[in-house]
T-cell receptor
Framework: DTGVSQNPRHKITKRGQNVTFRCDPI?????LYWYRQTLGQGPEFLTY????????KSRLLSDRFSAERPKGSFSTLEIQRTEQGDSAMYLC???????????FGSGTRLTVV | GIQVEQSPPDLILQEGANSTLRCNFS?????LQWFHQNPWGQLINLFY???GTKQNGRLSATTVATERYSLLYISSSQTTDSGVYFC????????????FGQGTTLQVKP
């Protein structure tokens, strides 16, 4: 297992377009998280899955954002009608039961022009 | 919600120097982690340390949960230690959400 994998690494999109990011967690981790990080800030929580169930969503996750984790494996994060304020690094992390030792992916850097 | 404050915000060291980074949190926590974010953006988990002291090579961390702070020690710093150090806590509500501090940006000069 090579850790948490995120694709793509970079995405440049025009305002108003839809984008989708993928996260493949560590296979034995049943918990998966999405965070967003803007320049000079710490990561901010977006949403959390335990297996295929989405158990918590931040108020940062507006109705333009949707996340899925079908079958409790990989996860996708979709942003519809992107805005310039969506430009950020989107980080995925996974962990096993007990919230011990999160492992983060390398992130997807989104630039909305 | 829980507030996490890190100090100092920025730190410049000469290679070989030692440093201490501090993380204060506003409420009781049952999960505290230190991360290093390298210049390419990768967040690496350094320590899971809800209490007590741990050491890993030149790095060590101490958390005093009753006094709501944690310290990260870097000894004999190297240029590869440069980057941003974050502490993050999980609130007692056990939601799975990590709350990050603003980070300490460390630059180690050769």
């Amino acid at each position: 297992d090579t850790g948490v994998s995120q694709n793509p690494r970079h995405k440049i999109t025009k305002r108003g377009q839809n984008v989708t990011f993928r996260c493949d967690p560590i296979s034995e981790h049943n918990r998966l998280y999405w965070y967003r990080q803007t320049l000079g800030q710490g990561p901010e929580f977006l949403t959390y899955f335990q297996n295929e169930a989405q158990l918590e969503k931040s108020r940062l996750l507006s109705d333009r954002f949707s996340a899925e984790r079908p079958k409790g494996s990989f996860s996708t994060l979709e942003i519809q009608r992107t805005e310039q304020g969506d430009s950020a690094m989107y980080l995925c992390a996974s962990s096993s039961q007990g919230y011990y030792g999160y492992t983060f992916g390398s992130g997807t850097r989104l630039t909305v022009v | 919600g829980i507030q996490v404050e890190q100090s100092p915000p920025d730190l410049i060291l000469q290679e070989g120097a030692n440093s201490t980074l501090r993380c204060n949190f506003s409420d009781s926590v049952n999960n505290l982690q230190w991360f290093h974010q390298n210049p390419w953006g990768q967040l690496i988990n350094l320590f899971y340390i809800p209490s007590g002291t741990k050491q890993n090579g030149r790095l060590s961390a101490t958390t005093v949960a009753t006094e709501r702070y944690s310290l990260l020690y870097i000894s004999s710093s190297q240029t590869t230690d440069s980057g941003v150090y974050f502490c993050a806590v999980l609130g007692s509500s056990n939601t799975g959400k990590l709350i990050f501090g603003q980070g300490t940006t460390l630059q180690v000069k050769p």
